[in-house]
């Protein structure tokens, strides 16, 4: 065989063996995509991954490829409290330092009050007392400090802060998103962001405190914090997911609660906010503070929903709304009617999929079950927004990709024909690292939600790597 001219006459297999080696960079990889239409035909695109941590080093297991690439190795430990559209959302510690050595009852900026309070070593009843007079000073730029709590922080020169950002791990690039006394990175549950995020103009929602919701939209750096949430009651909020495009004056932020139910904030498009809270409403009209499952639920669902408590998902998949439930317990049968006494047998890891039907009858229950994804496959984790894509060569149709939010997270995949649910990827490939989450590239996030034809193969001829 002559050999070849050109490098876009390089032999399919040698290519792929070079770019796709095991534990190469990821970026190389996307780079080496981008080379040219030869190369790009022969290099199939990586997404969907799954993170991997060990240490502080972080590594993506391509679930079509079944091999590791590299991604970060900074050494720096992470929290992943969101993912999607090519970003991450993530809780780190920050370090700063206090540069007033006067001791006495006097002003300090809140940075240095916030460190205080969440590493000095003080009794519990100062304590309480400190964050009792933090929370009623927040509002302002500066608040009063009592001589115990500044000698406490006088003590040590080198204090950590904790910080929340969204991390492109590809280009590297960071946005900082504003501190705030009532958000706690190291309590934040969730969380949901606009796609293409810049320092000067991003969206996102944090869920908190079980019940409570964080928001904020800036252009130019004006935006700042509002707060809201769940309407009283008990119910608490599982998931969060943004859909961009969702509505006609802007996006739509979903949110999943506990029993079921579900809430919509709509995120009006355009400028910065003001601390005015946008209005969160029931996606089923008539639900809310006194949500009923049986109002929206068939039988036996509307039981089932209150058995699986908080192993919810919210999906998005060719334009329709899905909730995927998971039964992280032991196998439980469900009546379905008291009639017949007939019941519904969930096993140990089972998934149950419903898709929202909005109700046109007096029937109010709009979520059906159903047994298939047409052919689509979704991911699903506590720490990303769950992301569709179709079936490609090692990624099977008509199944859902779990994560454990506890133990080892162990990564899973649920076949909806066989109802049964097996590791995804072998512990060679992850090289005993933990999964942390999902992750997919920004033009693999787009072929899911606009369902282009035909998009899933494309990519950008060039990423700018930095």
């Not at 700042?224 to 969060?240: C, H, K």
């Not at 003001?274 to 006194?290: E, H, I, Q, R, S």
């Not at 998902?313 to 317990?329: E, K, P, T």
């Not at 099977?396 to 454990?404: I, R, S």
């Amino acid at each position: 065989m002559p050999p070849p001219q050109t490098w876009a006459e390089l032999p399919g297999d040698l290519l792929m063996c070079a770019a796709a080696r095991h534990g190469h960079a990821l970026t190389c990889y996307l780079a080496a995509r981008g080379v040219c239409k030869a190369w790009r035909s022969v290099l199939p695109p990586p997404s969907p991954l799954l993170l991997v941590g060990y240490g502080g080093t972080v590594s993506a297991v391509s679930i079509p490829l079944r091999t590791a690439f590299s991604v970060d190795k900074n050494g720096k430990h992470y929290r992943y409290i969101g993912a999607g559209h090519g970003w991450l959302a993530v809780a780190y510690h920050k370090e700063v330092h206090v540069v007033n050595d006067r001791v006495g009852t006097q002003q300090v900026t809140r940075d240095p009050i916030a460190v205080a309070l969440e590493t000095m070593d003080l009794e519990p009843s100062k304590l309480r007392q400190a964050k009792e007079q933090y929370y009623r000073n927040f509002e302002g730029a500066q608040v009063r400090v009592d001589p115990d709590e500044l000698q406490a922080i006088q003590k040590r020169r080198g204090w950590e802060t904790s910080c929340m950002a969204l991390l492109n791990p590809v280009t590297g690039r960071k946005i900082e998103l504003p501190e705030h006394v009532r958000l706690d990175p190291w309590t934040v549950s969730k969380v949901a962001f606009a796609p293409n995020p810049k320092e000067d103009d991003f969206t996102a929602v944090v869920a908190f405190g079980g019940n409570s919701l964080a928001y904020i939209s800036t252009r130019d750096g004006a935006g700042t914090w509002s707060f809201g949430g769940l309407a009283g009651g008990e119910d608490v909020i599982v998931d969060v997911a943004y859909r961009a495009g969702a509505g006609d004056n802007g996006d739509r932020v979903y949110c999943l609660t506990r029993r079921g139910d579900v809430h919509v904030l709509h995120v009006p498009r355009g400028g910065p906010t003001t601390n005015c809270y946008p209005a969160l409403v029931p996606l089923v009209a008539g639900c809310g503070f006194n949500f009923n499952p049986s109002y929206v639920f068939p039988p036996p669902y509307d039981r089932l929903s209150q058995y699986l408590g908080g192993i919810k998902s919210l999906a998005f998949c060719d334009g329709d709304v899905y909730q995927v439930w998971r039964n992280s317990a032991a196998t439980m049968r469900v009546l379905i009617n008291k009639e017949g006494g007939a019941r519904l047998r969930v096993a140990l890891d089972e998934v149950v999929v419903l898709r929202y039907e909005p109700s046109s009858g007096q029937q109010p229950c709009c979520w059906k079950a159903v047994g298939d994804l047409g052919g689509h496959a979704v991911f699903v984790g506590p720490a990303n927004s769950a992301v569709s894509v179709r079936a490609v060569p090692g990624v099977k149709g008509d199944c859902v990709y779990w994560m454990d939010r506890f133990g080892d997270r162990t990564a899973m995949v649920f076949d909806m024909k066989t109802r049964r649910s097996a590791p995804c990827v072998s512990p060679s490939t992850t090289d005993g690292g933990v999964p942390v989450c999902w992750y997919s590239l920004e033009d693999m996030v787009a072929s899911c939600n606009n369902d282009a034809e035909g998009v899933l193969e494309r990519e950008p001829k060039r990423r700018r790597l930095v």
